[in-house]
């Protein structure tokens, strides 16, 4: 087989378990040697390239597992994903008023979101009509 796919195998099996919703202290443990396994093997796949320390921070999420429960209950992507809306556009608006600009592309974005304006999170209840007549 050939190592390099091996080692690309072996970082989807450390990843299904840590997006896995129930983790037992078993998995746990072999979540721990996986790790380990896999930094050394990059060491040796990869003898020119340090390990940076978004790879070193995956020996400790084991310790995080037992303390916390699943890395999916606590994790911050869908933060970073929205970060990441604002830190594109952030670029390309007026620099007057930054903070300004993103909140009216942001509140653009929402709007655009849904069908019709009646579709938005605010409006969902139904609304209580006056007395109307017909035209």
Request: glycine content about 2%; aromatic content about 8%.
């Amino acid at each position: 087989k050939n190592p390099y796919i091996q080692f690309i195998l072996d970082l989807i099996e450390i990843v299904k378990i840590l997006f896995a919703p129930v983790v037992s202290l078993q998995t746990v443990s072999k979540l721990k040697q996986m790790i380990e396994d896999h930094l050394k093997k990059f060491r040796q796949l990869f003898p020119e390239n340090n390990v940076i320390p978004k790879q070193h921070y995956m020996l400790h999420l084991p310790s995080q597992i037992i303390a916390l429960g699943p890395v999916i209950r606590h994790m911050c992507m869908r933060f970073e994903s929205k970060h990441s809306y604002f830190k594109q556009w952030s670029s390309k608006l007026n620099f007057k008023n930054v903070c300004k600009s993103l909140v009216n592309h942001n509140q653009l974005l929402e709007c655009c979101q849904s069908e019709t304006g009646t579709e938005h999170p605010i409006f969902v209840h139904e609304k209580e009509l006056g007395p109307v007549s017909e035209v």
